[in-house]
C-alpha cells in the first residue's frame, strides 16, 4: 500500500477518540470516565491544536442559557466551559454573593435540650426577608441601623402542656434596635446602653417589615417548663468572608448537572 493512500488525520483537529475525551464525560458501568480536562496548553501541540486558554478564546466560546428565574431560584446552563471553571462559578456563588443572615446570638435563658451554640447555628441559616443591598457592611463593630437588624424570640412551654414547637416566624423583628442593656455602672438619669446605637427606627428606612422569608421552618422544640429568650443580629454576610462561620448563604444550593448526550451505533447487514 503507498504511503499516499493511508489515512492521515487533518492538522488543527484531534482523532475523534481524543476528542471524546476533551470534550465529554463518559457514563460507564462501573464509573465515569474522562472527567479531568487537560490542562497543559500543549497537550496536542504535535497535532496541531492550540488547547491554552485565552480571554478572547473564552468569550466566543462560553455561553449563558438562563432556563428559569423565579424569586426562589434561577436554573442556568454554561455551554462551551471547561468543569473546573464551572465550579469555580458555584464556589463564588456559594461564598460571596452578598445576603442578610444572623451572626450574632445574644442568649438570656435556654433551658432546652438543645446547646447555645446549636441554636445560634440553627438561627444563622434561617434565611431572613431583607435586601442587604439597603445595608452597609458593618466593619467598625458598631451596630446601627444602616447595618444590623434585629431580631427577638421569646418563647416558653408551659407546666403540663404538650411539647412545643418553635417556628422561624415567631422570631419578632425589633425596629428600634436591641432591647438588651449593658450592665455598666450609669448616672441617675442616663438612657441605659443597649447592643446597639440606633439613630433613628428602621421602619422609616425599610418599606416593608424586615422579618424572615419562610415562617414554617422548625427551629427548636420545647418541652414542658422549658423556655428561651434570646436577641438575634443579622448582619450583610458573603461580600466579606471573616470567619469560618457557616451562615446562610443563598448560593448553598447550588450544584452541577452534566448534559447527556446520546449516541446510538447501528449495524446494517445485507442478507
Same mark, same amino acid.
Given at each position: 500500500?503507498?504511503?499516499?493512500?493511508?489515512?492521515?488525520?487533518?492538522?488543527?483537529? #484531534?482523532?475523534?477518540?481524543?476528542? #471524546?475525551?476533551?470534550? %465529554? !464525560?463518559?457514563?460507564?458501568?462501573?464509573?465515569?470516565?474522562? /472527567?479531568?480536562?487537560?490542562?497543559?496548553?500543549?497537550?496536542?501541540?504535535?497535532?496541531? !491544536?492550540?488547547?491554552?486558554?485565552?480571554?478572547?478564546?473564552?468569550?466566543?466560546?462560553?455561553?449563558?442559557?438562563?432556563?428559569?428565574? /423565579?424569586?426562589?431560584?434561577?436554573?442556568?446552563?454554561?455551554?462551551?466551559?471547561?468543569?473546573?471553571?464551572?465550579?469555580?462559578?458555584? %464556589?463564588?456563588?456559594? *461564598? =460571596?454573593?452578598?445576603?442578610? *443572615?444572623?451572626? $450574632?446570638?445574644?442568649?438570656?435563658?435556654?433551658?432546652? !435540650?438543645?446547646?447555645?451554640?446549636?441554636?445560634?447555628?440553627?438561627?444563622?441559616?434561617?434565611?431572613?426577608?431583607?435586601?442587604?443591598?439597603?445595608?452597609?457592611?458593618?466593619?467598625?463593630?458598631?451596630?446601627?441601623?444602616?447595618?444590623?437588624?434585629?431580631? $427577638?424570640?421569646?418563647?416558653?412551654?408551659?407546666?403540663?402542656?404538650?411539647?412545643?414547637?418553635? $417556628?422561624?416566624?415567631?422570631?419578632?423583628? #425589633?425596629?428600634?434596635?436591641?432591647?438588651?442593656?449593658? *450592665?455598666?455602672?450609669?448616672?441617675?438619669?442616663?438612657?441605659?446602653?443597649?447592643?446597639?446605637?440606633?439613630?433613628?427606627?428602621?421602619? $422609616?428606612?425599610?418599606?416593608?417589615? #424586615?422579618?424572615?422569608?419562610? =415562617?414554617?421552618?422548625?427551629?427548636? %422544640?420545647?418541652?414542658?417548663?422549658?423556655?428561651?429568650?434570646? =436577641?438575634?443580629?443579622?448582619?450583610?454576610?458573603?461580600?466579606?468572608?471573616?470567619?469560618?462561620?457557616?451562615?446562610?448563604?443563598?448560593?448553598?444550593?447550588?450544584?452541577? %448537572?452534566?448534559?447527556?448526550?446520546?449516541?446510538?451505533?447501528?449495524?446494517?447487514?445485507?442478507?
Amino acid at each position: 500500500m503507498d504511503m499516499d493512500d493511508a489515512p492521515t488525520q487533518s492538522r488543527n483537529k #484531534l482523532p475523534d477518540h481524543l476528542e #471524546l475525551q476533551r470534550t %465529554r !464525560v463518559v457514563c460507564k458501568a462501573d464509573a465515569p470516565t474522562h /472527567t479531568e480536562g487537560f490542562q497543559y496548553s500543549g497537550a496536542f501541540a504535535a497535532m496541531g !491544536v492550540d488547547n491554552s486558554v485565552s480571554v478572547e478564546k473564552f468569550c466566543n466560546d462560553f455561553k449563558i442559557k438562563i432556563n428559569r428565574l /423565579t424569586d426562589d431560584d434561577m436554573e442556568f446552563d454554561m455551554i462551551g466551559i471547561d468543569a473546573s471553571i464551572a465550579n469555580a462559578f458555584r %464556589r463564588i456563588l456559594i *461564598a =460571596e454573593v452578598p445576603t442578610m *443572615a444572623i451572626e $450574632k446570638v445574644l442568649m438570656v435563658d435556654n433551658t432546652s !435540650v438543645i446547646a447555645d451554640e446549636v441554636l445560634s447555628h440553627r438561627l444563622g441559616l434561617i434565611p431572613l426577608d431583607a435586601d442587604p443591598r439597603l445595608f452597609d457592611y458593618i466593619s467598625d463593630d458598631v451596630p446601627n441601623e444602616r447595618n444590623t437588624i434585629v431580631y $427577638k424570640l421569646h418563647v416558653s412551654c408551659e407546666k403540663g402542656s404538650q411539647r412545643l414547637t418553635v $417556628k422561624s416566624g415567631q422570631l419578632e423583628w #425589633l425596629p428600634e434596635g436591641s432591647q438588651l442593656t449593658i *450592665a455598666a455602672t450609669t448616672q441617675s438619669g442616663d438612657k441605659q446602653k443597649t447592643y446597639t446605637s440606633f439613630g433613628q427606627s428602621q421602619q $422609616k428606612t425599610s418599606e416593608s417589615p #424586615l422579618g424572615v422569608k419562610y =415562617e414554617d421552618i422548625t427551629t427548636v %422544640r420545647l418541652g414542658p417548663g422549658q423556655a428561651i429568650e434570646l =436577641e438575634a443580629h443579622a448582619v450583610e454576610w458573603g461580600k466579606f468572608m471573616r470567619s469560618g462561620l457557616q451562615l446562610l448563604q443563598p448560593g448553598t444550593g447550588c450544584f452541577l %448537572r452534566l448534559f447527556f448526550s446520546k449516541k446510538l451505533q447501528m449495524v446494517m447487514r445485507s442478507s
